[in-house]
């Protein structure tokens, strides 16, 4: 079953990741059209993350669980090994529960590109009517394809954006990896990436209104 939280299951040589438990996620289950990502026919996906980074490192890790592999229950609070209560009760609301799939439409939600110099956003080259559109979407999401808690694959959202988050989840990486805080190499061409889910976690998690995590 796909759920957010629930008992953490990791192959025995994987140590437990510095990020709280979000969600598994059986690829088995999935339908074969409802994504165009390239993933897995089987297993499972294990998504970790916080409500946000210290810039300039990323806060989340996604692990593959081959089908048939060995797995053992782990501490879903290792991650906190001090046992802080602050972060212990913003884990407390982090969703728990079945996750219920649907295959539905995602539009691009930005408009602008970054440049490095005044006024440091400039609109996105060779789409002059993309904020426009981007407006128009937004006033008739709701009714056509409304926003979900967790969303695999798809184009990256967040509540108020006009660059892609994509690019800057990108920009965010290169510059940890150049911090020597993220293994590399990297490619610093967001060509060369992909969305492969968001989490809405502003929604649930106290503390952390309006955060989106991206992986």
């Known amino acids: 079953m796909d759920r957010f939280g629930g008992p953490l299951m990791l192959p025995v040589d994987v140590s437990v990741p510095d990020d709280p438990f979000v969600a598994s996620v059986d690829l088995s289950a999935l339908p074969a059209d409802a994504s165009d990502l390239p993933l897995p026919k089987d297993g499972r ?38 046992g802080i209560e602050q972060y212990r009760a913003m884990f407390d609301s982090y969703p728990q529960g079945p996750m219920r799939w649907r295959a539905d439409l995602s539009l691009p939600c930005h408009w602008a590109i970054e440049i490095p110099h005044e006024p440091w956003s400039a609109a996105l080259p060779g789409h002059p009517l993309a904020k426009e559109l981007v407006q128009a979407w937004g006033e008739t999401q709701d009714d056509i394809a409304p926003s979900e808690l967790f969303q695999l694959g798809g184009y990256a959202d967040e509540e108020v954006v006009h660059l892609d988050p994509l690019d800057i989840a990108v920009a965010t990486v290169t510059d940890a990896v150049k911090a020597g805080s993220w293994e590399g190499p990297v490619s610093a061409d967001s060509a060369d990436w992909v969305l492969l889910a968001d989490w809405h976690a502003g929604r649930d998690v106290t503390g952390y209104e309006g955060s989106t995590v991206h992986w």
């Open 45 to 82: 996906l294990l998504f970790f993350a916080w409500p946000e980074s210290d810039y300039p490192s990323p806060a989340g890790q996604v692990i593959y669980v081959p089908a048939g592999t060995t797995v053992t229950e782990r501490d879903g609070h290792a991650w906190n090994p001090r």
